[in-house]
């Protein structure tokens, strides 16, 4: 492949005094903008109450879902101007937007759209300063115009001397600089939502664990040995591929790993046939089963722009920037409430496991059948022999939770999640809605006990990934009978390097 010559133009700005007024410049353009946000907000909410006084509750409820629609598009439009944590924390509420209505839901859907790029001139810097010279000299060929561009970085496409071909993941300027500052502001953005629309949403809790996790984001050498590690836990695996990663061509600001070719999630349902959409869809929920359950460790963005899927029905994950890894014992507290809710359906012992873990408070005298009904909302498909994800599953089942004046509203108040729960609620519904979308249908209950209890296989890809022998040493644990205590290692195997197993 004949190299690109043609030169980068561009010089990064040298650290100083005018480069600290500009960042302090920027700071304040951020905070003015979300303090502007807030104001119209807060005073636009104001205007809504005032009319719904005296009013019945149909006109409560219009008045409601209007502000609710034209508040979405509002924060829509300011965070897709923020790059950065901002921009990200609103893609990581889409999940949640679900449960809103339409319109409000599609304004927030934007947010997961590219973005403008960056000048190839300051990407071509970021390379420089990371790995000590220009793309030019460290790829055969290198595309300065990205294939796409996010809300942290921007994806593109080299090659290497040896003739492989990349992905190169430059993270924008300045975007480490401004965490701190943008998720204390976060904060009061998340407050303002639920303030009028997420009814229950716990912002304190979902800001406390994206604090947590996009620190670790924005360091890519992390997110390099966490997809590495992921490599080497599924190498040779029937359905699951992860690209390998390029040490040498990866830094904190950059990162390479193999290219891979494959049906994006809009290519997937328009060129494959049914078979293959449900094959993919099995592929894409055991992959987060199996890291949840088994491995310890679990990409927290299940983005359908992070899969690329294959005619076969397997599936290339794309993305580790966002892993949650289960801290010990961490996992062995809400894997009791699970087995009470899926494997002996038993409301009275979830009720009893749930007040013992501290997820409900003393003497919330709550009907055991109402707390069930409630909390087994998203496990729904576990319950039953067979089921079918609809796209109005995750948005009827959120709306259902989230109303605060529903039959589960004293459940709602009683709960007392830990925050760190806050991304495994991210990905149970994000892998149900991308279930819905593909009209997934198959032994849900079965192929969960697969993972629970060592369950006979079912589905299409039990089979194969029950003979597929697991590499040694990743960490990986046998599945428990209902009832045990704790997690443990298959024979011969050790965790993955920062990634306990509960014991």
Known sequence: MRRRLSPVAGRAARPGRSGRRGRLRTRVRRVVRLVRLGGRRMMHLAVVKARGIGADEARRRALDERFTIQSAADVAAELGQLKGVLMKAGQLLGVIADGLPPEAAAALATLQADVPPMAPSLAAEVVRAELGSSPERLFLDWQPVPVAAASIGQVHRAVLFDGREVAVKVQYPGVAETIGPDLDNAELLYRLFSSFALKGFDARAFVEELRARMTEELDYRREAADQQAFARAFAGHPFVRVPDVVPDRSGVRVLTTEWVEGWTFAELVAHADHATRQRAAEAVWRFGQRCVLQLGMFNGDPHPGNY?????????????G????WDPGEWDLLRPSLDAIVVSRDPGALVATMEHNGFLRAGHGLDPQLVYDYVSSPYVPYLTDSFTFTPSFVPDTLRRLLDRGGPHAGVMTA???PSSFVILDRVVWGVSALLGRLGATGPWRAMLLEYLN?????????????????????????????????????DGAGPIEGAPWPT
Do not use: C
Request: hydrophobic content about 35%.
């Open 308 to 320: 690329r899927f294959h005619p076969d029905g397997t599936v290339s994950f794309l993305d580790f």
């Open 322 to 325: 966002l892993v949650k890894r």
């Open 415 to 417: 709960l007392d999640m």
């Open 454 to 490: 060592g369950g006979p296989p079912a589905g299409h890809w039990g089979g194969a990934e029950q003979r597929w022998p697991a590499p040694p040493g990743t960490g990986w644990v046998t599945p428990r009978p209902v009832g045990q205590t704790g997690l443990r290692p298959a």
